[in-house]
T-cell receptor, first 113, second 110 residues
Framework: DTEVTQTPKHLVMGMTNKKSLKCEQH?????MYWYKQKAKKPPELMFV???????INESVPSRFSPECPNSSLLNLHLHALQPEDSALYLC????????????FGNGTRLTVT | RKEVEQDPGPFNVPEGATVAFNCTYS??????FFWYRQDCRKEPKLLMS?????NEDGRFTAQLNRASQYISLLIRDSKLSDSATYLC???????????WGLGTSLAVNP
C-alpha cells in the first residue's frame, strides 16, 4: 500500500476545463514532487517543493500550476490543457530534497480530449 | 553520451533463471543510486538503494562500481512476478537532480 495518496485515479477533461490533482503524504517528508510519465518513458520531473517552497520548475508550461498548501499536501492545478498533456501524473515525496529515495503515489491517469 | 544508460531489453528469461542488469552513468560526482521497478500502468516503486559496499535483499543484489561508473542489479531465482521494467536512478549532488534511465524490460516466462 502506498503512503502517498493521489486523487483522482483517473481524469478526463476537455481543453477548456479547469481541474486539480491532489496529493497527500503523512510520512513527515519535506520534499514533494510532480512528475509526468508517458508510455514507455521514464518519469519526467515537473516541479519540486522543498519545505513548502517551490525549488524547481522544469520549464513547465503555465497551464500547469503547482501549489503546496502545507507540508503534507501538494496540488497541481490544470487549465487549458492540450491533448498531448495526456499522461500519468505522479506525485512523490522524499525525506529531503536531494539524495533521499522517492516514494510515489499511485498516479492520476489524465486524458485531455 | 546519455547521463544514465540502461539496456532497454526486453530480457526474456525462464522462471528460476538468474538475470543481471547494468546501468552506466556519466557524472563522476554522482552520489546516490537507486533501482526502481515499475509494473505496467503503475507507479515506480523503490526496489533498492545501492550502497558502495553492495547490498542484498533476498533474491536481489545491487552493486556499485565507482571506477567504471556503473551499477548492477542481479535477480536470482526469477519469479513470474518479477516481470516489470527496472529503472536505474542516479543522484548527482552538483546539480541536485535525480536522473532516470530509460528502463530495462524484464519478462519472466513459465
Amino acid at each position: 500500500d502506498t503512503e502517498v495518496t493521489q486523487t483522482p485515479k483517473h481524469l478526463v477533461m476537455g481543453m477548456t476545463n479547469k481541474k486539480s490533482l491532489k496529493c497527500e503524504q503523512h510520512m513527515g517528508h519535506r520534499a514533494m514532487y510532480w512528475y509526468k510519465q508517458k508510455a514507455k518513458k521514464p518519469p519526467e520531473l515537473m516541479f519540486v517543493y522543498s519545505y513548502e517552497k517551490l525549488s524547481i520548475n522544469e520549464s513547465v508550461p503555465s497551464r500547469f500550476s503547482p501549489e503546496c498548501p502545507n507540508s503534507s499536501l501538494l496540488n497541481l492545478h490544470l487549465h487549458a490543457l492540450q491533448p498531448e498533456d495526456s499522461a500519468l501524473y505522479l506525485c512523490a515525496s522524499s525525506q529531503e530534497r536531494g539524495s533521499s529515495p522517492l516514494h510515489f503515489g499511485n498516479g492520476t491517469r489524465l486524458t485531455v480530449t | 553520451r546519455k547521463e544514465v544508460e540502461q539496456d532497454p531489453g526486453p530480457f526474456n528469461v525462464p522462471e528460476g533463471a538468474t538475470v543481471a542488469f547494468n546501468c552506466t552513468y556519466s557524472n563522476s560526482a554522482s552520489q546516490s543510486f537507486f533501482w526502481y521497478r515499475q509494473d505496467c500502468r503503475k507507479e515506480p516503486k523503490l526496489l533498492m538503494s545501492v550502497y558502495s559496499s553492495g547490498n542484498e535483499d533476498g533474491r536481489f543484489t545491487a552493486q556499485l562500481n565507482r571506477a567504471s561508473q556503473y551499477i548492477s542489479l542481479l535477480i536470482r531465482d526469477s519469479k513470474l512476478s518479477d516481470s516489470a521494467t527496472y529503472l536505474c536512478v542516479v543522484y548527482a549532488g552538483n546539480n541536485r537532480k535525480l536522473i532516470w534511465g530509460l528502463g530495462t524490460s524484464l519478462a519472466v516466462n513459465p
